[in-house]
Nanobody
């Protein structure tokens, strides 16, 4: 069974940092693209960043470029999202996502940035 376990959210002041983790299980962790999405209160899902294991390519939304960094530890089957210089507008529930034979979502982790 494919599972994605997201963790690392919390309350932080503006300008602070958090590191989110997405631990994956149930599929071969060698060819994947894992994406972090977020959903702010009253808004739809926004793609934040993704990482492809095939070639190591990454993507960042303009709103987080230069502040967030996505990385992986394949031995731990975990993808990280390092979030620096956090802003109040980064407040959201963050989800990790992988599309294999179908889409799989983690349970979400709440990030609250106080101004």
């Amino acid at each position: 069974e494919v599972q994605l376990q997201a963790s690392g959210g919390g309350l932080v002041q503006a300008g602070g940092s958090l590191r989110l983790s997405c631990e994956a299980s149930g599929f071969t962790f060698d060819h994947y693209t894992i994406t972090w999405f977020r959903q702010a209160p009253g808004r739809g899902h926004e793609g934040v960043s993704c990482l492809s294991s095939t070639d190591g390519s990454t993507y960042y939304a303009d709103s987080v470029k230069g502040r967030f960094t996505i990385s992986s530890d394949n031995a731990k089957r975990t993808v990280f999202l390092q979030m620096n210089s956090l802003k109040s507008e980064d407040t959201a529930v963050y989800y990790c996502y992988v599309n294999l034979t179908r889409a799989y979502w983690g349970q979400g982790t709440l990030v609250t940035v106080s101004s």
